[in-house]
């Protein structure tokens, strides 16, 4: 709910770039936050992203 909040203020007092911005820097932080505590595999990730089959 406080991330719904914020991100209500930030397009309400801001506008919708700044919006924008705060909902791409709140996705980086918890990818890294994911990656650091060890719940998402990093090198998985990189695969996805290229396209390739993880499985066989």
């Known amino acids: 709910m406080l991330i719904g909040a914020v991100l209500a203020l930030t397009w309400i007092i801001l506008g919708f770039w700044a919006f924008f911005f705060v909902v791409i820097a709140m996705l ?12 998402l595999n ?4 990189v695969d996805v992203l ?6 066989s």
């Open 28 to 39: 980086i932080g918890g990818l890294i936050g994911r990656i650091l505590d060890g719940k």
């Open 42 to 45: 990093a090198s998985a990730l």
């Open 50 to 55: 290229r396209g390739r089959n993880t499985s």
